[in-house]
């Protein structure tokens, strides 16, 4: 298992913890100190990132899409934010 940090400039923390299967995230946990309304989405969005590549470009669409079709507001990050993260678990860079 692969595992980053990422302190989002303001103060809020991520951390990701994700297997990966030929370049592609085959299990991903998103936990951390930001703010997500409805918080019982979270496990929504970390299965729709399932199967996507790690690529922060598609990252962050796949998280925008989400955003808007489930109604989900974020505080304190953004899906940059999260990709950012994520990139870095996949690189296992911590």
């Known amino acids: 298992m692969f595992r980053s940090e990422y302190k989002v400039e303001g103060g809020k923390m991520i951390k990701v913890q994700l297997n990966k299967d030929d370049g592609r995230i085959c299990a991903i946990k998103i ?6 309304h409805p918080e019982e989405l979270i496990e929504d969005l970390e299965r729709s990132l399932i199967g996507c590549p790690l690529d922060e470009t598609i990252i962050i669409e ?8 489930r109604g989900m507001t974020l505080l304190g990050v953004a899906p940059e934010d999260f990709a950012r993260c994520i990139i870095k678990a ?3 860079i911590g």
């Open 31 to 36: 936990t951390g100190d930001f703010f997500m």
């Open 62 to 69: 796949t998280i925008r899409n989400f955003i808007e079709v």
């Open 90 to 92: 996949g690189e296992g």
